[in-house]
């Protein structure tokens, strides 16, 4: 399996912005693709935002779409999501999930991103 650290997360004020960073350690199997989710207090992990690693195709929630980029860096094995226009329910902690060549499903420790002023 594909082992996964994430950084980057914090205290932002509203309307302010954070970039994290997914690090993927690869061995036999290559990243297929990865995606970000996110888990609210009281609420269920929802997805975020996720990127075809080969084409680089992406998708979004609707939720995040026009503030939130996801990228990634094929040579590092490292992929980004840049979180601009934050809002207080944009607070939860963040993972990162990637599906590897081989199929497995990994998920990073999670990070978390608190918007408050």
């Known amino acids: 399996q594909v082992q996964l650290v994430e950084s980057g997360g914090g205290l932002v004020q509203p309307g302010g912005s954070l970039r994290l960073s997914c690090a993927a350690s690869?061995?036999?199997?290559?990243?297929?693709?990865m995606r970000w989710y996110r888990q609210a207090p009281g609420k269920e992990r929802e997805f975020v935002a996720g990127i075809s690693w080969s084409g680089g195709s992406t998708n979004y929630a609707h939720s995040v779409k026009g503030r939130f980029t996801i990228s990634r860096d094929n040579a590092k094995n490292t992929g980004y999501l840049q979180m601009n226009s934050l809002k207080p329910e944009d607070t939860a902690v963040y993972y990162c999930n990637v599906l590897d060549t081989g199929m497995h499903d990994s998920w990073g420790q999670g990070t978390q991103v608190t918007v408050s002023s």
């Open positions: 690869v061995n036999i199997f290559s990243i297929n693709v």
